[in-house]
């Protein structure tokens, strides 16, 4: 009678733990962006201008999900994802080791061929911001997620790099997905940008209004959605026009201060 309780017992946890990592995983925060405001930026005077034929950077919809410390992103353009470029530069700033272990015999001046030569291909960009804190509000980490042609980089706010991170993208949709440091982490604000950056960042093709809002995170987080065109305020949209070319700047600069430094 005794194991037959014990019995009974386990099969309604393990029924009652399945049953919420599976409220958990399917508790998702939909945001969504209006199509046709794909354009180029002038770096001088910030001015935008509206183009067609690059629907690769039209962001409609980004889908944010959690499961325990599993966080999973899914972005959707109105063409399909393009994959052009090399991430390389990216992770020669940021691993430390990969960039010793890569300019390992090279002079001063080969190295710096290098990162100028990687600055100047041209490459496609899809970059995601994630806002999370804990259960101290004031505790706030920030973790951004660098994806070019297949291949992704994810950092946390102090530009340590988290492995383990996964990507794949089918026609109009690109997923990455990767886990929190800690599963007391709640999810709080989500971004993404879309850049066709060429000529050492100078010319930018960009999805204008991006997508931002805050998320509805089953471990805490908030529920008031924002997204879209219509749903967002002109700080928002400047401050994204601002990260961009702060991005486009770090990619012909950064690089080689940091080569310089550590030299």
């Known amino acids: 009678m005794v194991k037959k309780a014990i019995t009974i017992g386990l099969i309604f946890f393990s029924f009652l733990v399945a049953t919420m990592n599976f409220a958990v995983a399917v508790n998702v925060t939909t945001l969504t962006d209006d199509q046709g405001d794909v354009g180029i930026v002038d770096i001088d005077t910030g001015q935008f201008t509206e ?28 063409g399909d994802i393009m994959n052009k470029g090399d991430i390389l530069i990216w992770r020669l700033i940021f691993d430390t080791d990969f960039f010793e272990e890569y300019t390992d015999g090279m002079t001063e001046e080969e190295a710096n061929s290098l990162l100028l030569e990687l600055a100047s291909k041209d490459w496609v960009q899809y970059t995601f ?40 993208s089918s026609g109009s949709t690109l997923t990455i997905s990767f886990n929190l440091p800690s599963a007391k982490e709640n999810m709080s604000e989500v971004a993404v940008l879309a850049d066709d950056f060429s000529n050492m960042g100078e010319i930018n093709y960009m999805d204008y209004e991006g997508i931002f809002g805050e998320i509805d995170d089953p471990l805490g987080g908030s529920s008031n959605n924002n997204g879209g065109n219509g749903d967002q305020d002109e700080s928002g949209s400047g401050l994204l026009i601002f990260i961009s070319l702060i991005v486009i700047l770090a990619v012909v600069g950064i690089a080689v201060v940091i080569f310089l430094m550590r030299r």
């Not at 101290?136 to 946390?156: A, P």
Request: glycine share 4%.
């Open 129 to 168: 911001d994630l806002i999370t804190y804990n259960s101290d509000i004031d505790d706030i980490k920030s973790y951004s997620i660098i994806y070019v042609n297949e291949e992704i980089l994810i950092l946390d706010d102090e530009a340590n790099l988290i492995s383990g991170g996964v990507t794949s």
């Open 51 to 78: 183009v067609s034929g690059r629907e690769y950077l039209d962001i409609t919809k980004l889908v944010c999900s959690r499961d325990y410390r599993k966080v999973t992103i899914e972005l959707t353009v109105d």
